[in-house]
């Protein structure tokens, strides 16, 4: 049975990852969200469900704790260290006949716990309720649901007083404005959105589990993560961006966008919030001048 109140109307508010092995479960959950207006994206186990996180960009996870095999709470952390998931709600679902279940998702970075039997109207509150907070507590970016200026200055400050070896990736595109001008800006917001998935991807494979994704606005992105493999994921998005873009940009009739990677190692040198910015524009400007997509690291400029 789906809930749903007299007057409503399926409106779209958002896009919920449902992962969980029971076929039949799986459809009535997804029933219940998609008869209010959510767009449903499923996923029968845990790989399926980190495969999807890029691709769905979800406003919030809800994973059956028994679906994820016989540690929930890992795969409850496999997804808060990946770049899409460190921020996106997270409800777990449970029986509440194994004892501490519920401890543990919530001590493993659960956002909330549902036992099992539950009404359809309480999963739908509490999601909402975590999406909604979810917006007003980490500012998301929304066409990417990436971290936006608020929780990179946190990011960013959090590494300088940690005092640990890391760096940060000055990412923007190169003739955006003359791609928006020809195609229009929904064809500009899948560049975006190519970036964004290229971003992620790129430190999903060379990053390590800190890493950090966030979204500036516009067409500029950052990375923050140590700086050991900072080069491999730079080179890494402007290869992949470079042969992606030609899926979206079918018409030549501009030339492809382009991606200018700038790297600043944040352990030397001048290592203010402040300064850190400085030092990356700087570098971003010198790999503009120069032609394609490029990776430049500060070191090089010395």
Request: proline letters at 5%.
């Amino acid at each position: 049975m789906t809930a749903r109140r007299a007057g409503d109307t399926a409106t779209e508010q958002g896009t919920i990852l449902l992962v969980d092995d029971d076929t039949n479960l799986r459809g009535i959950l997804r029933a219940n969200f998609e008869v209010v207006g959510f767009d449903v994206v499923d996923a029968p186990n845990a790989d399926a469900a980190l495969a999807a996180l890029d691709r769905a960009r979800p406003d919030a996870i809800v994973l059956d704790v028994l679906s994820a095999g016989h540690d929930g709470p890992a795969v409850v952390r496999r997804i808060r260290t990946h770049p899409q998931g460190t921020h996106v709600p997270l409800i777990v679902l449970t029986t509440g006949v194994r004892a501490g279940d519920a401890v543990r998702a919530l001590d493993a970075g659960a956002d909330d716990v549902l036992v099992k039997p539950f009404a359809p109207e309480e999963m739908l509150a509490r999601v909402r309720g975590k999406i909604k907070r979810a917006a007003e507590e980490t500012g998301l970016q929304p066409l990417t649901k990436l971290p936006a200026n608020g929780p990179i200055e946190v990011e960013i400050r959090r590494r300088l007083a940690a005092g640990a070896p890391w760096s940060v990736l000055y990412l923007d595109l190169d003739g955006f404005k003359a791609f928006n001008d020809a195609f229009g800006f929904a064809k500009g917001d899948d560049v975006i959105k190519l970036l964004a998935s290229t971003i992620t991807d790129a430190v999903a494979k060379y990053g390590e589990g800190d890493a950090f994704v966030g979204h500036v606005g516009g067409d500029d992105f950052v990375v923050v993560m140590r700086p050991a493999r900072a080069h491999d994921v730079g080179e890494s998005i402007a290869a992949v961006f470079d042969r992606e873009i030609r899926r979206v940009q079918r018409d030549t009739r501009v030339p492809y966008c382009t991606v200018s990677i700038a790297i600043v190692n944040g352990s030397r040198g001048p290592a203010t919030y402040e300064r850190i910015g400085e030092r990356a524009a700087l570098v971003k400007k010198e790999a503009k001048r120069r032609r394609g997509s490029v990776v430049v690291s500060e070191s090089e400029l010395a």
